[in-house]
């Protein structure tokens, strides 16, 4: 079956900018997150969605970053005045419950901010 | 808070060699384990996991993880390197917390394993 997608791959996007990262977790799975990864560190926590509301986004860095699931499936990760410390890959999962426990991860969205 | 830790940070091995990779973690209840590997270029993809049951989990590519509770450890082992196992490696464990599992990475290793 088909597993997580996230589109674009690859943006790159001036200082100051607004981007748009978007998520389609697998079908049926109730459960999304967001991580972010820098170069040469692992994958830090976002956000947590159940359903379609945020349960937790204790690691959104700041108020610039917000993310939205409007019908419980798709997922959009907004960011608004880029800056160059946003460059990054930012990683979608999804799981079958809350409970989990396996995740499955997407193949990311290379974020460059220039 | 919780948290996880690998101790080495690159790792330059030659082909044929053992490989171990340590990867603890800080938190008393109950957690689920997972080993990622991320080669160059390429997106995160799970190398092994455990939950329960036998501690000595054995994952794609000859590659496993021991388990011990006291320790609060997840190692993992190879046996015997191949360049194609040049790579960064995340460990990765589950609290439960907030109701839900909460994943927290590792920093990650990076292997170089030479010819």
């Known amino acids: 079956g088909a597993g997580v997608s996230q589109t674009p791959s690859n943006k790159v996007t001036e200082k100051g900018k607004y981007v748009e990262l978007r998520c389609d977790p697998i079908?049926?799975?109730?459960?999304l997150y967001w991580y972010r990864q820098s170069l040469g560190q692992g994958p830090e926590f976002l956000i947590y969605?159940?359903?379609?509301?945020?349960?937790?986004d204790s690691g959104l860095p700041n108020d610039r970053f917000f993310a939205v699931r409007p019908e419980g499936s798709v997922s959009t990760l907004k960011i608004q005045r880029t800056e160059r410390g946003d460059s990054a890959v930012y990683l979608c999962?999804?799981?079958?419950?809350?409970?989990?426990?396996?995740?499955?991860f997407g193949p990311g969205t290379r974020l460059t901010v220039t | 808070a919780q948290s996880v830790s690998q101790h080495n940070h690159h790792v330059i091995l030659s082909e044929a060699a053992s490989l171990e990779l340590g990867c603890n973690y800080s938190?008393?209840?109950?957690?689920?384990l997972f080993w990622y590997v991320q080669y160059p270029g390429q997106h995160l993809q799970l190398l092994l996991k455990?939950?329960?049951?036998?501690?000595l989990v054995k994952g794609i590519k000859g590659f496993e993880a021991e388990f011990i509770k006291s320790k609060f450890s997840f190692n993992l082992r190879k046996p015997s390197v191949q360049w194609s196992d040049t790579a960064e490696y995340f460990c990765?464990?589950?609290?439960?917390?907030?109701?839900?599992?909460?994943?927290?990475f590792g920093a990650g290793t990076r292997l170089a394993v030479h010819p």
């Open positions: 455990y939950f329960s049951g036998d501690p």
């Open positions: 079908s049926g799975h109730t459960a």
């Open positions: 938190y008393g209840g109950t957690v689920n």
């Open positions: 990765a464990v589950t609290f439960f917390s907030g109701g839900y599992n909460k994943l927290i």
């Open positions: 999962a999804s799981s079958l419950t809350e409970a989990g426990p396996e995740q499955y």
């Open positions: 969605f159940q359903g379609t509301g945020a349960a937790d």
